[in-house]
Nanobody
């Protein structure tokens, strides 16, 4: 059974930092990433990393967020710096064990975490 367990969300002031962590188990994953979602809207891919070392970022977070993947631990991190109020969302960890490039996963991955809330106050 695949499990993705997230941690690290919370409340932070604008300009601050948070680090999200997600440990996955139950499969061998080729890609892991983070999505975010506002109420009533689809999830957007924020950042993704493949086991081969490729990374991808949403334009609005480039230069502020950094994704890293510990393949040995099946853990993905999202370091979020210079946070803005518009970064306030529920963030979901996701993973897949399928083949393909990152663009194949813009809409979603096979496995999902339960989500962690990030709130950035102004």
């Amino acid at each position: 059974q695949v499990r993705l367990v997230e941690s690290g969300g919370g409340l932070v002031q604008a300009g601050g930092s948070l680090r999200l962590s997600c440990r996955a188990s139950g499969d061998i994953f080729t890609i892991m990433g983070w999505y975010r979602q506002a109420p009533g809207k689809p999830r957007d891919l924020v950042a993704a990393a493949t086991s081969a070392g490729t990374t991808w970022y949403l334009d609005s977070v480039k230069g502020r967020f950094t994704i890293s993947l510990d393949n040995a631990q099946n853990t993905v991190y999202l370091q979020m710096n210079s946070l803005k109020p518009e970064d306030s969302f529920v963030y979901y960890c996701a993973a897949s064990s399928d083949a393909g490039s990152i663009k194949d996963y813009y809409a979603g991955m096979r496995y999902w975490g339960k989500g962690t809330l990030v709130t950035v106050s102004s």
